[in-house]
Structures are given as C-alpha cells and as structure tokens.
C-alpha cells in the first residue's frame, strides 16, 4: 500500500514491546485524538477491577435504565427494567461494542454516567495516561473525549497485566444472545496468528480505530492505529505494522517501562493536555466528592454504593519549583489530619504545626489535595515539621527523625491499594527503590479520606531519577523534600 493510503489528517499509530515497554515505532503517538469505542476497554478495566476485588461477580445482574436504553446503536437493545448478567455484558461491549451496556455499567458502578467519567479520567491519570480525557463510557461522539496512541498503548498493556483472568473476553469472536449471534467487529481476531483481541472504534471525528495485542512466542506487542479511512484500510495497516514489528522487541518480559523519546516535548504536550482538558470539557452538575456520594440518593449505584468519586487531578511538570496548588473549596484554615502506616504496621501522627505554603519541585504526578509543604533543609530535623507543613492544625505524637527527600507514586481512597500501588512500584520501579523505606499516609479532609503512597529515604537526586523512572514505566511521581 503506498504511503499516505488509508490515513486521515487524525491519523496515529504506534508499536510498543509489551516485554520491555519499548517503543518500536511511532508516528503522531502523543498527538491528541479522539478514542470513540476504544474507550470501552477503560469501561471494562474499572468492572474487571470489581470483580477481582469480589464487589461483583459474573452473574451479578446489571439493571437497564432509560438513559442506558436510549443510546444509539450500536447497542444490544434491551428496554428500560430489564437485567444483564455481567458476564454477557462484558460480552455484549468486546464483541458488539453495545454502547448500552458500556452505559449500563457505568451506571452501576458509579450511579450516573458522568460520575462514571470522572472516575475512569482519575484512573487514566494513575496508569500514567496523562492525556487522556473522558466524558462518556462508550466513545460516542464528544470533544472532550481524548487521548493519545501512547496513552492506549499504556491501556492495553496494563489490562493485560492487572486482570489476566478477565483479558480473554477480548479475544471472543462471536456472542449468542436471546437465540443473536453477533460477531466481533475486530474482522483481525482469527485472520493475524498472534492477535488476541483489544478493542476497534468509529465516530467520524476519530476516523478508523483499532487497539490490538499480539504474542508470537516470547515476542508480545501492542499496536494502535487511530484515524484510518475505512475499516479496511485500518487493518491493513494494522496487519503491516504487527508483520513489519513483530519480531523486533525482546523476548525476555522486563518492566513494562514506555521510552519517550523527547522529554521535553513530552513534558509540553502534558501542560498543554491539561488546558485542552479544562476548555474542552462541557459544563456540567458539579461532581460530588468522596464521601459525599453515598448519602445522596439520586448517585447511589445500582449494584450498591458506588465507586468514590473525585475531580481528576491533572499532572503538572515544571523544570522549577512552582507555589503548591491547593485544590477546589480549600482554604488555608482547613483542618486536616495525617497519619502514616508503615509496611511493618506501626502509625505515627506529627505534631500540630502552623507552617506556611512553600514550593516543591514536580517532576510529573497528579496535584495532590491541598497539600502544603513547609521550607525546610535537609539538615536532621524533627519529620514532625515536615509531615505535619502539608497540612495546617494537625495534632499528632512525635515522628522519627528523618531527612532527604521522598516520593508520592499516588493517591487513592482505598488503603489496600495504595499499599497496592507500593508493591508494584517496588516490583517495576528503579533499584533505588529497594532501599528506600514504603509507607502510606492517612488524610482526612471532612468526610473524604486519601491514603497516600510514598517512598521515604531518598537524596534529591535519587528521588527524581526514580519518578522518571517510574513515569515511564506507567505511575505517576513527584518528589518533595521530607
């Protein structure tokens, strides 16, 4: 096929080798496109969480509501009242891509479609896809809805990793429903020896998607191609890429670290993602907070309470130390409470401590919640000060002393993942890691309660290298002075 066929302006693609993280080839990867349908594996990594967590199971039953039901095909079809298993859901949205059913799970999950948003745009932002913008869970068209090839990439390859019990419903060629075959719009499932399933999408603003993962023996890619001119078109493309790349990357599965090439371009895009975001988005009912969902009714899931829901915290990258962000409806009067859990299962809590907003220097991570840190050198002083500067009128007992720098890999409201989110690190991140000391910190704000992730122990130079590092192999990081 000559260059250029079968490409639109909104054309992107890119080869990584999921052994090593490795970019294998790329053009227009970190450019901002529109994902449509493609957006339903971000659907399904927040259900396949659930279900490993035992919150649901397979044959859980998932309610239609009249929202759900309107949505315009391609959809499954059932009317207002009636109930899906999750199984079949799962099945309905890998093969048929039923925009319903996406619907539908966002609703039990996180009681409204755009609450569902908000979370699945916090969950990109801690798999490092720091591009990503989402505003429905089914990729139908919206000019808020965005992300990159390279921010999918980091999709595919982390569904596979998290939930290996689950990722095979990718690679279902068909699904009989109420006596309906219907066969999976990826035409690659059967015809590509290695291929084993991932997500197609379509609106007229992406063009032709395709995400797709690929094992020959030890060689194992992710491939993505965005904006292509017709389906066919798109896998043809798709098959060259995986014919021409396959056998390139290594074959020994290291950390899934994503090369970037240009830093500095990177770190551009990022700032700029972030304003695109913010003007992109429509307008809507403000999202409740964590915490404050569960008493309202009218956000309650259908399948219980539902997922805590949060404003996404977009990454920030600064090549200087920047005044510290305090978040939405904060005040420098605001109580707060730190406590921090050791991996050997002590607490500590600081003192109470008056100190002012100072800065810290990010390398990339989400904006933490109205944290403020005290000035402070690295000399051996009381961590009290330190713990206690991020947040004002804390009263604790005395902590160990402590100096150097430390790492925040993320934040999350439950404590189980935050310790969660430490081992991974440990496992994929650098050497320096191993040590330095994991610890999670409890923070109440009101009725919402974070537990940070952290790794304490480091020098400044440590502590950087290690959130590049760790950027790069999908977390989020910044590094602050301890």
């Known amino acids: 096929m000559r260059p250029g066929a079968g490409r639109t302006s909104q054309f992107a693609e890119l080869v990584v080798d999921a052994n090593t993280g490795r970019e294998l080839y790329g053009v227009n990867e970190n450019a901002l496109r529109h994902p449509a349908s493609i957006t339903k594996v971000m659907t399904l990594y927040l259900l396949f969480e659930q279900l490993q967590k035992g919150r649901l199971h397979l044959d859980s039953r998932i309610p239609i509501s009249a929202h759900a039901a309107a949505q315009p095909p391609t959809k499954l079809g059932l009317r207002p009242g009636q109930t899906i298993s999750v199984d079949n859901a799962i099945r309905a949205i890998t093969t048929h891509s039923s925009n319903d059913m996406a619907v539908a799970v966002a609703e039990a999950l996180g009681g409204t479609e755009s609450n569902f948003a908000v979370i699945m745009t916090r969950k990109a932002h801690e798999l490092g896809m720091l591009r990503t913008q989402y505003v429905n869970a089914s990729g139908l068209p919206d000019a808020g809805q965005l992300t990159t090839a390279h921010d999918l990439a980091i999709l595919g390859r982390a569904i596979q990793e998290r939930f290996p019990n689950y990722y095979h419903y990718f690679s279902l060629r068909s699904f009989q429903f109420h006596g309906v075959a219907f066969r999976n719009h990826n035409h690659l499932l059967g015809r590509v020896p290695g291929l084993d399933g991932m997500k197609t999408g379509y609106t007229r603003a992406s063009g032709y998607n395709l995400l797709t993962s690929v094992k020959r023996g030890k060689h194992f890619i992710i491939a993505v191609v965005l904006g292509g001119s017709t389906w066919a078109s798109r896998d043809r493309i798709m098959t060259n890429l995986i014919a021409a790349h396959i056998d390139d990357g290594s074959t020994r599965h290291t950390a899934p670290i994503f090369a970037k090439r240009h830093d500095s371009e990177l770190a551009q895009h990022e700032t700029?993602?972030?304003?695109?975001?913010?003007?992109?988005?429509?307008?809507?009912?403000?999202?409740?907070?964590?915490?404050?969902?569960?008493?309202?009714?009218?956000?309650t899931g259908t399948l219980g309470a539902p997922m805590p829901v949060a404003r996404p915290r977009p990454a920030y990258?600064?090549?200087a130390p920047k005044p510290m962000p305090i978040e939405d409806g904060a005040t420098n009067s605001d109580p707060g409470h730190v406590k921090r859990a050791y991996f050997d299962g002590s607490t500590e809590r600081p003192t109470t401590s008056s100190a002012t907003p100072t800065t810290l220097r990010w390398v990339v991570g989400p904006s933490p919640a109205k944290e403020r840190m005290a000035d402070a050198k690295p000399s051996a002083t009381d961590e009290s000060v330190h713990a206690a500067a991020e947040?004002?009128?804390?009263?604790?007992?005395?902590?160990?002393?402590?100096?150097?720098?430390?790492?925040?890999?993320?934040?999350?409201?439950?404590?189980?993942?935050?310790?969660?989110?430490?081992?991974?690190?440990?496992?994929?991140?650098?050497?320096?890691?191993?040590?330095?000391?994991?610890?999670?910190?409890k923070i109440q704000k009101g009725s919402e309660t974070l537990y940070r992730a952290r790794f304490a122990g480091l020098r400044a130079e440590t502590a950087e290298a290690a959130c590049r590092s760790l950027k790069h192999a999908g977390f989020a990081c910044f590094a602050i002075r301890d």
């Open 391 to 441: 947040m004002p009128s804390v009263k604790s007992e005395h902590l160990a002393v402590r100096s150097g720098w430390m790492i925040q890999i993320g934040a999350t409201d439950d404590p189980a993942g935050a310790s969660e989110l430490l081992a991974r690190a440990k496992a994929h991140g650098p050497h320096s890691l191993r040590r330095a000391q994991p610890f999670t910190e």
């Open 317 to 319: 990258v600064s090549a």
């Open 272 to 299: 700029e993602s972030v304003k695109a975001a913010a003007t992109t988005t429509p307008a809507a009912k403000p999202m409740p907070l964590a915490g404050t969902e569960r008493t309202d009714p009218m956000q």
